[in-house]
């Protein structure tokens, strides 16, 4: 280890004193810190100072150091945004992580568009188009959108049906719709109806409400009383939706973040409350578990400042951040020009000091502390469910994480696996894997697991589990086992999990209810977990995920090979054209119906090909129709 150390502290001084990032890694090569730094020599030098007053935290890092590398930048501004680009897509063991699985959901208008129409997305991107939220959930997001398209009557169907429609579909015979893929409404006029959506997504409901009420009255001069009454009924539904809405501020039109946090040595919560134009459309608890905000070792300046970089990579950036703490002139100097890098436009990063901005810090730190103790106590419960597990399995160690492997195929062909992993007892999505069997045909289940597990333990860059779980009974434990004593892994301890039939019945033999049985290595007589009981829930939950990440990955590639083989009857279409095609189109259904341009337009593709394509995919579906007939 000191030889490691002094190596490393001689190395130091062959760095550069210019900005940019540094990227510690562990003896198996793998990324466990990424630091930013004005003076790069400088920051990583302070890392191997003995006689500085390192964090427990610091002192464990430095101990895992086996290499450092940097990345130079022009400013401090591109290391910082480098970092959370660096740490989002290694993420490393030392590093504050957001481990949210889903992106916020976002209403998406694709204002660019000639007849722009409202998505949900979770991403907000540089593309023409208008961002709000971000909302609660995606339901929310669905729910708005249906009732936006329904009182300002926008379109809902997919570029690719607007632009092949010949007459109006059934939302406009049901007026729901204005019918502009046949040009039965003007640019203008579609325009003026998503405007409208528009302003009531931007929270101007007294200025959308007044424009409503100016069209309705015209309307009713004009003798055409239906048109008034329906005006009448969407101000009524968009005066209730508005009513319901927690108003902050409403001669407010700024976009805000109120951001405050609150923890203990359990973990810290990070609050995160979204005003728009005086209005909450919602909220967000980020869990740190590696942060105690009490303890005099950790400095909001470093971790709130990453968690800003981090979440504001791929999130709206509103105009103005109010925050709970002060960080500093030359942070919150620093954030706002990252900020303004990002989304093009001024941003104000502030410490909440007027009275306006005190109220919001507190009604965000109340949140914070609620959903910090609904938070710990279910992680509690957690610790729990793996307590009883590793008591009842005999476990040497708590079972923090969990892997689980399945395999699946279909009539011996197309033969996947998956591994599924839990992390303190929920899903960590971003270690799962998919795995397409390479070595072995037909069905041979104990050959793909062998494969599997030796591919998975492969790899000695990820962390090995307390615990394996395999889907089946003494059968498949037994073989699991084998496999770990000849790729040297039995000190993994690994469980069986399967059904017991039970039957209620006995003249018909009905089987009315199953029964969870876990088998352990040695043991005739199987454990039995409560099935109320957290362990249970864990372990159960665990294997049913894992057969379904299994599954969709199956009926994925099924689906690619039926693809592929209606793909093989067309003449003039090689491997490569077909593999282009493929990644254009998810189906042969959207090939059928669209545009010979759409597919001319590929590379190495032409007209006359194109027009082929998909005359001979429609002919092979009518004669496969007429033989069905016959």
């Known amino acids: 280890?000191?030889?490691?150390?002094?190596?490393?502290?001689?190395?130091?001084?062959?760095?550069?004193?210019?900005?940019?990032?540094?990227?510690?890694?562990?003896?198996?090569?793998?990324?466990?810190y990424v630091g930013k730094a004005k003076n790069i020599r400088s920051r990583v030098k302070s890392y191997f100072q003995e006689s500085k007053d390192h964090s427990a935290k610091t002192v464990a890092l430095v101990r895992n150091i086996n290499e450092i590398e940097y990345l130079l930048t022009k400013t401090e501004v591109e290391a910082f945004l480098l970092e959370a680009s660096l740490i989002k897509k290694h993420r490393p063991k030392y590093n504050i992580r957001l481990k949210d699985d889903k992106s916020y959901p976002y209403i998406q208008l694709s204002w660019h568009d000639e007849f722009p129409r409202l998505y949900l997305s979770r991403k907000v991107k540089k593309d023409g188009s208008l961002y709000f939220g971000p909302y609660t959930s995606g339901g929310a997001v669905f729910g708005t959108i249906r009732f936006l398209?329904?009182?300002?009557?926008?379109?809902?169907?997919?570029?690719?049906?607007?632009?092949?429609?010949?007459?109006?579909?059934?939302?406009?015979?049901?007026?729901?719709?204005?019918?502009?893929?046949?040009?039965?409404?003007?640019?203008?006029?579609?325009?003026?109806?998503?405007?409208?959506?528009?302003?009531?997504?931007?929270?101007?409901?007294?200025?959308?409400?007044?424009?409503?009420?100016?069209?309705?009255?015209?309307?009713?001069?004009?003798?055409k009383f239906e048109v008034a009454a329906r005006m009448r009924d969407s101000l009524f539904s968009i005066k209730s939706i508005i009513e319901k809405q927690t108003v902050i501020n409403d001669s407010s039109d700024k976009d805000q973040d109120i951001i405050s946090y609150f923890g203990d040595d359990r973990g810290v919560l990070v609050e995160t409350i979204h005003v728009r134009s005086g209005r909450v459309i919602g909220h967000r608890p980020h869990f740190l578990s590696n942060i105690n905000p009490l303890s005099s070792d950790e400095d909001p300046r470093e971790w709130l400042a990453s968690f800003l970089n981090q979440y504001y990579e791929d999130?709206?950036?509103?105009?103005?951040?109010?925050?709970?703490?002060?960080?500093?002139?030359?942070?919150n100097k620093l954030l706002q020009d990252v900020l303004k890098e990002?989304?093009?436009?001024?941003?104000?990063?502030?410490?909440?000091?007027?009275?306006?901005?005190?109220?919001?810090?507190?009604?965000?730190?109340?949140?914070?502390?609620?959903?910090?103790?609904?938070?710990v106590s279910k992680d509690e419960e957690k610790k729990k469910g793996l307590e009883e597990i590793q008591s009842k399995l005999h476990l040497p160690a708590r079972p923090n994480r969990i892997?689980?492997?399945?395999?699946?195929?279909?009539?011996?062909?197309?033969?996947?696996?998956?591994?599924?992993?839990?992390?303190?007892?929920?899903?960590?999505?971003?270690?799962?894997?998919?795995?397409?069997?390479?070595?072995?045909?037909?069905?041979?289940?104990?050959?793909?697991?062998?494969?599997?597990?030796?591919?998975?333990?492969?790899?000695?860059?990820?962390?090995?589990?307390?615990?394996?779980?395999?889907?089946?009974?003494?059968?498949?434990?037994s073989m699991a086992v084998k496999i770990l004593q000849e790729i040297g892994k039995t000190h993994i301890p690994v469980v069986g999990l399967a059904k017991a039939r039970t039957k209620a019945d006995f003249q018909s033999e009905e089987v009315t209810s199953t029964e969870e049985r876990f088998y352990l290595p040695g043991r005739a007589n199987p454990v039995v977990?409560?099935?109320?009981?957290?362990?249970?829930?864990?372990?159960?939950?665990?294997?049913?995920?894992?057969?379904?990440?299994?599954?969709?990955?199956?009926?994925?590639?099924?689906?690619?090979?039926?693809?592929?083989?209606?793909?093989?009857?067309?003449?003039?279409?090689?491997?490569?054209?077909?593999?282009?095609?493929?990644?254009?189109?998810?189906?042969?259904?959207?090939?059928?119906?669209?545009?010979?341009?759409?597919?001319?337009?590929?590379?190495?593709?032409?007209?006359?090909?194109?027009?082929?394509?998909i005359l001979q995919l429609n002919e092979a579906e009518e004669k496969s129709d007429e033989s069905s007939e016959t």
Request: hydrophobic content about 35%.
């Open 403 to 477: 892997e689980c492997f399945d395999i699946s195929h279909f009539q011996g062909a197309e033969t996947v696996a998956s591994q599924v992993v839990f992390e303190e007892g929920v899903p960590a999505r971003e270690h799962y894997r998919r795995y397409k069997i390479k070595t072995v045909t037909g069905i041979d289940d104990f050959a793909s697991m062998y494969e599997v597990l030796k591919r998975r333990f492969g790899h000695d860059e990820y962390e090995e589990p307390q615990l394996i779980v395999v889907d089946g009974g003494k059968g498949q434990l």
């Open 342 to 375: 990002r989304s093009g436009n001024e941003v104000v990063v502030r410490f909440a000091t007027d009275t306006k901005g005190q109220d919001l810090i507190e009604m965000a730190s109340q949140n914070a502390k609620a959903h910090f103790e609904k938070h």
């Open 315 to 331: 999130n709206f950036i509103p105009d103005d951040v109010l925050l709970s703490t002060d960080l500093g002139g030359d942070i």
């Open 149 to 223: 398209n329904r009182i300002f009557k926008i379109r809902d169907c997919t570029d690719h049906v607007f632009k092949t429609r010949t007459r109006p579909c059934m939302t406009y015979q049901i007026g729901r719709c204005t019918a502009p893929c046949v040009k039965f409404i003007s640019k203008e006029d579609y325009r003026s109806d998503v405007e409208g959506a528009r302003d009531f997504l931007k929270g101007r409901g007294k200025k959308l409400i007044k424009d409503i009420e100016k069209k309705m009255v015209f309307a009713a001069d004009e003798e």
């Open 529 to 613: 977990f409560k099935t109320n009981s957290d362990a249970y829930q864990i372990l159960t939950g665990l294997r049913d995920e894992a057969h379904r990440f299994a599954i969709t990955y199956h009926r994925k590639l099924r689906e690619q090979t039926s693809l592929e083989s209606e793909l093989d009857y067309v003449v003039g279409l090689g491997e490569k054209r077909k593999k282009l095609l493929l990644q254009k189109f998810k189906s042969v259904e959207d090939i059928k119906q669209a545009e010979p341009e759409e597919i001319a337009n590929l590379k190495s593709f032409n007209r006359v090909l194109a027009e082929r394509i």
């Open 1 to 32: 280890m000191s030889e490691i150390f002094d190596k490393l502290k001689e190395k130091i001084k062959e760095f550069p004193t210019q900005s940019g990032v540094y990227l510690m890694k562990s003896a198996a090569d793998k990324i466990i």
